[in-house]
T-cell receptor, first 112, second 116 residues
Framework: DAKTTQPNSMESNEEEPVHLPCNHS???????IHWYRQLPSQGPEYVIH???SNVNNRMASLAIAEDRKSSTLILHRATLRDAAVYYC?????????????FGTGTLLAVQP | DTAVSQTPKYLVTQMGNDKSIKCEQN?????MYWYKQDSKKFLKIMFS???????INETVPNRFSPKSPDKAHLNLHINSLELGDSAVYFC???????????????FGPGTRLTVL
């Protein structure tokens, strides 16, 4: 399974944009890039995913580098509720199983 | 309505006991999972069932036995509990569909198991 590298922690101020980076230099052509987050004392929740093109949804945007070796999760206006651990996960298209392989993630702190 | 629910939320027990954690999803999904999050917050898949059939078993000790009575339920029974079993256990579900299986997983709130 291809590996991802994320900073251990990041800080942001409330109502400012946050850019959470993820490196995945060994990504294969069939790997989707998924982001999940885990709020304190809760189960992980899906944020966004993409393959090659940038993606937007109501929670966030995902910017994928042209060579796909890195991606950035963008929270446009951070709120206190966005304080969580953010996981960048690679999942192969059409893989034999649907399991998620979590790394250590990035702990995002949001200051008021 | 809660999509994925687990009971109990907290479970404190003695070493050597046998305990069960229950999981139910009302999303109509075909696939359910158990994940374990240890004290260092590392999340790892344990099992996955699709339509009541075991499809993932990640070298978990055979003291752990998942049981899926129907598509909406996946219970986890643990025999002879050990100190190292203390962790938070998360249930999840997803709708397998299409060739890419890029379906989102929905997680329950977790069950914090403490073995004394």
């Amino acid at each position: 399974d291809a590996k991802t590298t994320q900073p251990n922690s990041m800080e942001s101020n409330e109502e400012e944009p946050v850019h959470l980076p993820c490196n995945h230099s060994t990504i294969s052509g069939t790997d989707y890039i998924h982001w999940y987050r885990q709020l304190p004392s809760q189960g992980p929740e899906y944020v966004i995913h993409g393959l090659t093109s940038n993606v937007n949804n109501r929670m966030a945007s995902l910017a994928i580098a042209e060579d796909r070796k890195s991606s950035t999760l963008i929270l446009h206006r951070a709120t206190l509720r966005d304080a969580a651990v953010y996981y960048c996960i690679l999942r192969p298209y059409g893989g034999a199983t649907n399991k998620l392989i979590f790394g250590t993630g990035t702990l995002l702190a949001v200051q008021p | 309505d809660t999509a994925v629910s687990q009971t109990p939320k907290y479970l404190v027990t003695q070493m050597g006991n046998d305990k069960s954690i229950k999981c139910e999803q009302n999303l109509g999904h075909d696939t359910m999972y158990w994940y374990k999050q240890d004290s260092k917050k590392f999340l790892k898949i344990m099992f996955s069932y699709n339509n009541k059939e075991l499809i993932i078993n990640e070298t978990v000790p055979n003291r752990f036995s998942p049981k899926s009575p129907d598509k909406a339920h996946l219970n986890l029974h643990i025999n002879s509990l050990e100190l190292g079993d203390s962790a938070v256990y998360f249930c999840a579900s997803s709708q397998r569909g299409g060739p890419g299986w890029e379906d989102t997983q929905y997680f329950g709130p977790g069950t914090r198991l403490t073995v004394l």
